[in-house]
């Protein structure tokens, strides 16, 4: 078995990059998730009201779950990442524009909030 990112790496990736537009349209039998339902709803045991509800039932599941999670913090960092980890968390090392970017956006929040709460 394998899987398919239909998406990119993170927010800031961009997949046009390395995949063609029809890439994706192409994929062998398309998505998995996609074709359970469809063969659930062939064969009578699923069916589109029922997939309605559960669809609200996890939105607010997730909305609620994420609300109790922010106030208990974010992997122990508080509730919020140290400002600098924004940089560390995509390439084993950072590209030197992406160097420059983070010295930057460290030296305008140093000059915003003093050198106490540069990370913060």
Known sequence: YFTYRAEGHSTSDDPSGYRSAQEREEWPL???????????IAIGEWDLDRQAAMDIECAELVKATTKEAEKNGILGHGLHHPF???????FEELPWHLEEQADQAIRERITKFGSERPFG
């Open 30 to 40: 398309g998505d998995p998730v996609m074709r359970l339902k469809k063969h659930l």
């Open 84 to 90: 600098h980890t924004m940089f560390e968390d995509v």
